[in-house]
C-alpha cells in the first residue's frame, strides 16, 4: 500500500491518533425532596345541607404554611370552584372561600388523614405509608355525590372511604399546576358536573 494513500486516508480519519479527547461531563443527580410523614391539619368543611363533597388529597406545603385548603397562587382550584359557583372572579379570604362553599351546598376536604410525602408530590403516596379521613359526620348531610380532585385522590378514595359513604367517586381533572397537559378551559368543562349535580 502506498505511503500517499495512507497519507491521505489518515487526514480523512475523523479522530488523529494523538487528537485530544474531550471530558465526558459528569452527570450530577437532582437530589429528591426529602419524605415526611404529615398529619392533616384542617377540619373538613361542611354542614347539614351539604350535597356535594369534593376531596382532594393532602395540603400541600404551601397550603399548610399558610393554613387553608389550595393555598399555592398556581393552584386553579379556586378559580374553577368559583366559576362552579356562578362567581365572575374567585373569593380571596378564607371566610369567603368557606362561605362560598356553604351556601351552594359544597363540603370540602380529603382522603388521606395521614401520608408520608415527598414534597408536594401526590404520587409519593402509597396505601403502605398514609391513612384514610374518618368520614362519619357525612351521615350528617344531605351528600349523594362525591368528586375527587385528580386520580390519585380517586385511588385514596377508593382505599379508604368507598366503603364508608356507599357513593362511587366522579374523578375531576387535577386543579393542580402540575397537570399541564390539560387547559383551563377543558378543566372547567368537566367541573361543571359538580354544578349539575347541585341542582
Given at each position: 500500500m502506498s505511503k500517499q494513500y495512507l497519507a491521505k486516508n489518515a487526514a480523512l480519519s475523523p479522530v488523529s491518533k494523538n487528537a485530544a479527547l474531550s471530558p465526558v461531563p459528569t452527570l450530577?443527580?437532582?437530589?429528591?425532596?426529602?419524605t415526611v410523614s404529615i398529619d392533616h391539619p384542617f377540619e373538613p368543611i361542611y354542614d347539614s345541607k351539604s350535597k356535594v363533597l369534593i376531596l382532594g388529597t393532602l395540603p400541600s406545603q404551601k397550603s399548610r404554611e399558610l393554613g387553608f385548603y389550595y393555598a399555592h397562587p398556581t393552584n386553579q382550584f379556586w378559580r374553577l370552584i368559583g366559576e362552579v359557583c356562578g362567581r365572575e372572579t374567585p373569593p380571596r379570604t378564607v371566610e369567603e372561600k368557606k362561605q362560598m362553599l356553604l351556601d351552594n351546598g359544597i363540603a370540602l376536604w380529603d382522603v388521606f388523614g395521614r401520608a408520608a410525602v415527598s414534597g408536594s408530590s401526590d404520587a409519593s403516596i402509597r396505601r403502605g405509608t398514609s391513612q384514610g379521613v374518618n368520614i362519619d359526620w357525612i351521615k350528617n348531610t344531605r351528600i349523594?355525590?362525591?368528586?375527587?380532585?385528580?386520580?390519585?385522590?380517586?385511588?385514596?378514595?377508593?382505599w379508604y372511604l368507598r366503603d364508608?359513604?356507599?357513593?362511587?367517586?366522579?374523578?375531576?381533572?387535577?386543579?393542580?399546576?402540575?397537570?399541564?397537559?390539560?387547559?383551563?378551559?377543558?378543566?372547567?368543562?368537566?367541573?361543571?358536573?359538580?354544578r349539575r349535580a347541585l341542582k
Open positions: 450530577v443527580p437532582t437530589p429528591s425532596a426529602p349523594g355525590h362525591v368528586f375527587v380532585n385528580g386520580k390519585k385522590a380517586l385511588e385514596g378514595y377508593n364508608q359513604t356507599g357513593i362511587d367517586a366522579i374523578c375531576l381533572p387535577s386543579s393542580s399546576a402540575a397537570n399541564a397537559g390539560m387547559t383551563y378551559e377543558k378543566k372547567l368543562a368537566e367541573w361543571m358536573a359538580i
